[in-house]
T-cell receptor, first 113, second 113 residues
Framework: SAVISQKPSRDICQRGTSLTIQCQVDSQVTMMFWYRQQPGQSLTLIATANQGSEATYESGFVIDKFPISRPNLTFSTLTVSNMSPEDSSIYLC??????????FGEGSRLTVL | EDQVTQSPEALRLQEGESSSLNCSYTVSGLRGLFWYRQDPGKGPEFLFTLYSAGEEKEKERLKATLTKKESFLHITAPKPEDSATYLCAVQAMFSGGYNKLIFGAGTRLAVHP
C-alpha cells in the first residue's frame, strides 16, 4: 500500500481566504483523487487529478472553487478558494491500489470561521 | 442511480458481544465492494475488497460477506479497540478507465468493556 502524506493536518481559516492542501505519495501513481468529508457525512469525490492534464471534476464541484495542481507523479495540491463556513470539512487525498482499492492520506481538517 | 446504504447508523456493543453491520447497494453492475475502517481524525483504512456474490474475506475478528444486494461485516467477540466508523463503498462497472467509489454514510461502532 502507498504511504500518503498530507499537509496541513488541520487549519483554522477566516471566511474569504484560500487554503492550499498538499498531498505527497511515496510512489509514482497515475491518478490521484481528492475527497471531501463534511461533518457527520461520508466521503464525496471532488475531482480526479492526472499528471499532465487538467483535473476532472465531479458534479457540484468547479475548478474556480477547488483548483488542483498535479506537477508530477507523486504530488498534488488542492486549493479551497474564497472559503465560507460551509467549506469546513476533512479533505482527503487518495490513490488506487493494485486491485482497485483506494488508499487515503490522514486528511486535512479545515475549519472556516 | 448507484447508491449505498449502511445500517445501523450507530451500534453500541459490550466487549465480546458479536454483531453484524449491513451495507446494501444498488449499482449498475458491481465491479467491487470495499470496506474501510475510519478512526476519529484519521483517513479511512482499507480492510477488504469483495468482487462476487458468495465471496468472504476475514481479518482477525472481522469477516466480510457479499450477496447480490448487500454485504455484511461480521464482528466476532469485539474489543474496545474495534471502536471506529466502518465505511462501505461500491465501484460500478464501466467501459474503461477508473471508476469512482461511492461511499455509504458509515456505521459508528462503540465497543464498551
Amino acid at each position: 500500500s502507498a504511504v500518503i502524506s498530507q499537509k496541513p493536518s488541520r487549519d483554522i481559516c477566516q471566511r474569504g481566504t484560500s487554503l492550499t492542501i498538499q498531498c505527497q505519495v511515496d510512489s509514482q501513481v497515475t491518478m490521484m483523487f481528492w475527497y471531501r468529508q463534511q461533518p457527520g457525512q461520508s466521503l464525496t469525490l471532488i475531482a480526479t487529478a492526472n499528471q499532465g492534464s487538467e483535473a476532472t471534476y465531479e458534479s457540484g464541484f468547479v475548478i474556480d472553487k477547488f483548483p488542483i495542481s498535479r506537477p508530477n507523479l507523486t504530488f498534488s495540491t488542492l486549493t479551497v478558494s474564497n472559503m465560507s463556513p460551509e467549506d469546513s470539512s476533512i479533505y482527503l487525498c487518495s490513490v488506487v491500489g493494485n486491485t482497485g482499492e483506494l488508499f487515503f492520506g490522514e486528511g486535512s481538517r479545515l475549519t472556516v470561521l | 442511480e448507484d447508491q449505498v446504504t449502511q445500517s445501523p447508523e450507530a451500534l453500541r456493543l459490550q466487549e465480546g458481544e458479536s454483531s453484524s453491520l449491513n451495507c446494501s447497494y444498488t449499482v449498475s453492475g458491481l465491479r467491487g465492494l470495499f470496506w474501510y475502517r475510519q478512526d476519529p481524525g484519521k483517513g479511512p483504512e482499507f480492510l477488504f475488497t469483495l468482487y462476487s456474490a458468495g465471496e468472504e474475506k476475514e481479518k482477525e475478528r472481522l469477516k466480510a460477506t457479499l450477496t447480490k444486494k448487500e454485504s455484511f461485516l461480521h464482528i466476532t467477540a469485539p474489543k474496545p479497540e474495534d471502536s471506529a466508523t466502518y465505511l462501505c463503498a461500491v465501484q460500478a462497472m464501466f467501459s474503461g478507465g477508473y471508476n469512482k467509489l461511492i461511499f455509504g454514510a458509515g456505521t459508528r461502532l462503540a465497543v464498551h468493556p
